[in-house]
């Protein structure tokens, strides 16, 4: 029985990944436009919210002014809705791989996502999986220092932090 709810989470997990991933290609490097059901349900749900709004606006001035921020927030709440799709794929994915607890698939999802590297999990297939999670997200803190020397880990301020690390 396990076994089964292990393969159920990883092709569950696998799945959203890429539905995620093909969402993020269309939605950002795709030269033309491409449908995408994430962005499509994200979009249409920020402009619901929006009209409810904006129909309670009693002149045009106002109903404008509410709508004028509807791009942005779709916008932003697209980037998030990936980041919620992308945790909850690799968490599934850790569930499939480690056998490990929902809370602690979480957290190792989240901190290889979001690249705070504070979980990990020592076998080698988890660890792969770890570094594919954090390889999209982690650019800029992959930026060599300058003259090859090693910089502050927590904000990159140079070779010497000048600054206690706490208070970064």
Request: net charge positive; aromatic share 6%.
């Amino acid at each position: 029985m396990q076994v089964a709810l292990d393969v159920v989470a990883l092709v569950a997990g696998i799945f959203l990944l890429v539905v995620t991933v093909l969402s993020v290609i269309r939605s950002t490097i795709l030269p033309r436009a491409a449908p995408s059901r994430v962005t499509y349900v994200t979009s249409k749900s920020i402009r619901a919210l929006f009209r409810l709004r904006a129909n309670h606006a009693s002149s045009y001035e106002d109903r404008d002014r509410i709508m004028a921020m509807l791009g942005p927030m779709s916008l932003l709440s697209l980037l998030v809705v990936w980041l919620i799709l992308l945790l909850t794929a690799y968490t599934l994915i850790y569930l499939a791989v480690t056998h490990g607890s929902l809370a602690d698939c979480i957290k190792l999802s989240g901190s290889s996502l979001f690249t705070l590297g504070t979980a990990s999990d020592g076998r080698l297939g988890p660890s792969l999986l770890t570094y594919s999670e954090a390889s999209p997200t982690s650019r800029a803190s992959t930026t060599p220092s300058p003259a090859g020397s090693r910089a502050c880990r927590f904000c990159r301020c140079g070779p010497v932090p000048r600054h206690r690390p706490p208070s970064c």
